[in-house]
C-alpha cells in the first residue's frame, strides 16, 4: 500500500524517482505549458496555429456568451408563465437577445477575418521574429509597440 502511494507521490512530480520514462524535470516541463497549447503528449503548437486560436477566442466567447444570455433570456420569459400569468410581455426577449449577440460575434468574426486576409496578402504588419500577425498597439515603458499574436514578444513600431 505504501509503494503505490510512493509511486503516485513521485509520479506528480513530488519525489526524486524515475518512474518509467518520464523523469521529474521532463513532467515539469510538460506542465508549464498551458492545456490549449499542446496538442499530443510533447509537441507544441506552431507560432502560426497559436495566432489563428489567440484571434478565434475573442469571437468563440462572444458565441458562447451570447448562447447563455439567449438561454437566462427564456429562463426569464418563462418566469411569469410558472406564476401563472396567461402571458409573459417580454416574449421577443430571447430572439432580440440572440440577434444582438449574433451581430457581435459575427462582426468580430468578419474583423478578424479581414485581418487575416490582410495578412496573407503582406498589406498588414508581421512580426520580425516569427512573421505572425500582430495585436492592437500600446504604450510600453520606452515606446509604442504591438505583442505578436504567434510568439508574443513585443514589437516595437514607429
Same mark, same amino acid.
Given at each position: ?8 507521490? +513521485?509520479?506528480? &512530480? ?11 524535470? !521532463? ?12 496538442? !499530443?503528449?510533447?509537441? @507544441? ?17 462572444? &458565441? ?5 444570455? @439567449?438561454?437566462?433570456? @427564456? ?8 406564476? &401563472? ?13 440572440? *440577434? ?9 468574426? &468578419? ?15 508581421? +512580426?520580425?521574429?516569427? *512573421? +505572425? ?17 504567434? +510568439? ?7
Amino acid at each position: 500500500m505504501s509503494s503505490m502511494l510512493d509511486k503516485s507521490f +513521485c509520479a506528480s &512530480g513530488g519525489g526524486e524517482a524515475n518512474i518509467g520514462k518520464v523523469t521529474p524535470t !521532463k513532467s515539469q516541463d510538460t506542465r508549464r505549458l498551458p492545456w490549449i497549447i499542446t496538442r !499530443k503528449k510533447g509537441t @507544441t503548437m506552431s507560432y502560426e496555429n497559436r495566432m489563428y486560436l489567440h484571434m478565434a477566442w475573442s469571437w468563440l466567447l462572444s &458565441g458562447m456568451f451570447t448562447i447563455l444570455a @439567449t438561454w437566462i433570456a @427564456t429562463i426569464v420569459v418563462d418566469l411569469p408563465r410558472g406564476m &401563472g400569468a396567461p402571458t409573459s410581455p417580454l416574449t421577443d426577449a430571447p430572439l432580440i437577445v440572440a *440577434g444582438i449577440g449574433a451581430i457581435i460575434t459575427l462582426s468580430i468574426a &468578419g474583423r478578424q477575418f479581414y485581418r487575416l486576409w490582410q495578412w496573407r496578402h503582406e498589406k498588414a504588419e508581421a +512580426c520580425t521574429v516569427c *512573421g +505572425c500577425l500582430l495585436g492592437t498597439a500600446y504604450q510600453a515603458r520606452w515606446n509604442v509597440g504591438r505583442r505578436c499574436l504567434g +510568439c508574443r514578444k513585443f514589437v516595437q513600431t514607429r
